[in-house]
């Protein structure tokens, strides 16, 4: 059959299985929302603030589906406001599939109105990317752009089209949507060689991140915890894989993970990395790192091998493939002196002390955990909450703490919950944890979440500072505290209201308790503005640059 460009763009996302997109229309991309009215009773078009909130929206929906997030924007500023979005997700592994409106062909390399050169802006931070100029070829490179997305180590891909080809017509076949699965190919030989290693291994540690998550491969994981007794940590990326009850759980690793969890790992004698990337937040000191370990790195991006730390034996493929084809050769142990050993420094770990007159953060995570229920969603800006929601909120699935980890995007959270609330159908309830310095950079989400009747809990931990900045400040900077201290005087229970949102404002633990309790009533967005003492602290802390022997507890 013969299909406008648009038409086929339409077509495709549905073969390809897309029922949600998000974005902003404009001038380039009016063909392609004429047709999303055409099939909108297939393809709903959710319509954000910003195109970077659109971009955060796709994100967020990929990291709770496991399914590629659709953003469509228009050209010119619309595609331009897509990159950081765009970088999130790539620094992130997420799939994405970024859809840029163009001039139309005769006018590109003319400096017409709302041109920018896409493609050139988003080579470093998509796995690919295409610029469409014949109709007859805009179907297969869209289903190139989905299979690459999700192929390998999953990132974003993104397809420009010109506005005269969304208009042009050609012939248009539907296609069966292919499937992505990778295949690990692995040698007997090198899988023994690593469970040789570990068998042998008396104070092994099991490191693992975001890739064990993108490849479903949790429940693998915990069982050879169970059958190795093997203690693990984890990246930010993959908190919820293993339970917080579990006594293997050391807990998030790293600059701010706890002193157990960087110190397992400093006295272990093997590490099995597994889904992760060895990033300066993790390994910062990469000479001390692990120093008395062998190190087994099992990742799906060859790049990755040797990259940031120099390891001992390598695997690559899918981690869940790795870790099955692993479990026949490994024995069945007991690790009892090392794990009496991690027993016993949980006890000399960090343990923040408690003061129900006002709303200290960890006070706030755990009723926050205990009254959203095992099933809620977790999604955070960046800054000092995003640490105090990874150390004490007890996750118990796996996708269900969104937050931006490789770029660190202040401003990602709205957007990101936004996503999360369609890719859930709005079955489970999705909290928003954000500061006053990342809320003030995306706030204007705020109408898409009314205007959708979404039911997200915005808590907005206000210390008024720019908290992480003004840690470093007083630890580094003798307390110089240069453009962290803004002093704005946003009333956000206020703001919120004029959005057509409920807003509170808290001061105490139980006045957070109360609000909580009737924001969970709600059908729509609340905001909770939650005074945080300035000078509060994310501790442990492990300085830049520096290893576990210079661990920061106070």
């Keep these: 059959m013969k299909l406008t460009g648009a038409d086929i763009i ?20 009016l063909n392609i929302y004429d047709s999303l009215y055409k099939y909108r009773d297939r393809i709903q078009h ?43 997700a790539y620094m992130d592994s997420i799939p994405m599939v970024a859809i840029t409106g163009n001039v139309g062909t005769s006018l590109i390399g003319k400096d017409s109105f709302q041109e920018v050169f ?29 299979r690459i997305a999700q192929s390998g180590r999953k990132g974003p891909v993104l397809v420009d ?12 076949e539907r296609k069966l949507a292919g499937k992505f699965k990778y295949v690990t190919n692995l040698e007997e030989q090198d899988i023994r060689r690593v469970t040789d290693a570990l068998n042998r291994a008396e104070r092994p540690v099991i490191y693992f991140g975001g890739g064990v998550v993108a490849s479903g491969a949790g429940e693998d994981l915990r069982e ?11 990246t930010l990326m993959a908190a919820g894989v293993m339970g917080y009850e579990d006594p293997h759980n050391l807990g998030l690793l790293g600059m701010h993970g706890g002193l157990v969890s960087n110190l397992a790992v400093d006295q272990a004698d093997l590490v099995l990395a597994f889904g992760t990337r060895f990033d300066d ?12 370990a062998k190190v087994v790195h099992i990742d799906i991006d060859p790049s990755e091998v040797n990259k940031n730390v120099r390891v001992d034996y390598s695997l690559v493929g899918d981690a869940g493939d790795v870790i099955r084809a692993m479990l026949p050769f ?48 977790y999604v955070t800006d960046v800054g000092q909450h995003q640490m105090w929601a990874a150390q004490y909120i007890r996750h118990v699935k796996p996708r269900s703490f969104l937050t931006s980890g490789g770029l660190g995007t202040m401003g990602y959270g709205y957007g990101a919950a936004i996503g999360a609330t369609f890719g859930c159908g709005g079955k489970r309830r ?80 139980a006045e957070f308790e109360t609000a909580m309790e009737q924001a969970l009533k709600e059908d729509g967005p609340v905001w909770i503005d939650c005074a945080i003492e300035k000078d509060e602290k994310v501790l442990p802390m492990i300085p830049a640059g520096a290893s576990v022997d210079e661990i920061m507890l106070n």
């Excluded at 896409?118 to 490179?141: C, F, Q, S």
């Excluded at 050879?224 to 984890?234: E, G, M, S, T």
Aim: charged share 25%; hydrophobic share 40%; proline share 4%.
């Design 10 to 29: 339409a077509e495709v996302l549905i073969e390809q299985g897309v029922d949600t997109i998000f974005g902003y229309p404009g001038g380039a991309v």
């Design 430 to 509: 999705v909290i928003h944890i954000t500061g006053d310095g990342s809320f003030h950079m995306n706030m204007n989400e705020a109408c898409t979440a009314v205007s959708y009747h979404l039911p997200i809990i915005t808590v907005i931990m206000n210390n008024q500072v720019l908290g992480m900045v003004r840690q470093w400040q007083t630890a580094f900077y003798d307390g110089r505290y240069s453009s962290t201290d803004p002093h704005r005087k946003t009333n956000f229970a206020k703001v919120a209201e004029g959005f057509g949102a409920k807003g509170f404002r808290c001061e105490t633990l």
């Design 224 to 234: 050879l915890v169970r059958k190795a007794d093997i203690p693990a940590a984890y």
């Design 330 to 377: 490994v024995e069945e142990k007991r690790h009892e002196e090392w794990m009496n050993w991690i027993n016993e420094k949980k006890k000399a770990d960090y343990h923040p002390v408690d003061d129900d007159r006002v709303i200290r953060p960890h006070q706030l995570m755990r009723s926050l955990c205990r009254m959203a229920g095992e099933d809620a969603v």
């Design 161 to 172: 089209v010109p506005k005269d080809v969304t208009a042009a017509v050609a012939e248009f």
């Design 46 to 88: 959710v319509m954000t603030a910003h195109e970077q909130g659109a971009a955060h929206a796709a994100d967020g929906y990929a990291r709770i589906t496991g399914k590629t997030g659709v953003v469509l924007s228009t050209s010119g500023p619309g595609a331009t406001n897509l990159v950081t979005g765009i970088a999130t």
């Design 281 to 292: 937040r993790v390994a910062s000191d990469t000479e001390k790192f692990a120093r008395n």
């Design 118 to 146: 896409i493609t050139g802006i988003t080579m470093p931070i998509t796995k690919h990317n295409y610029t469409v100029r014949d109709v007859n070829k805009l179907a297969d490179t869209l289903r190139d752009a989905f």
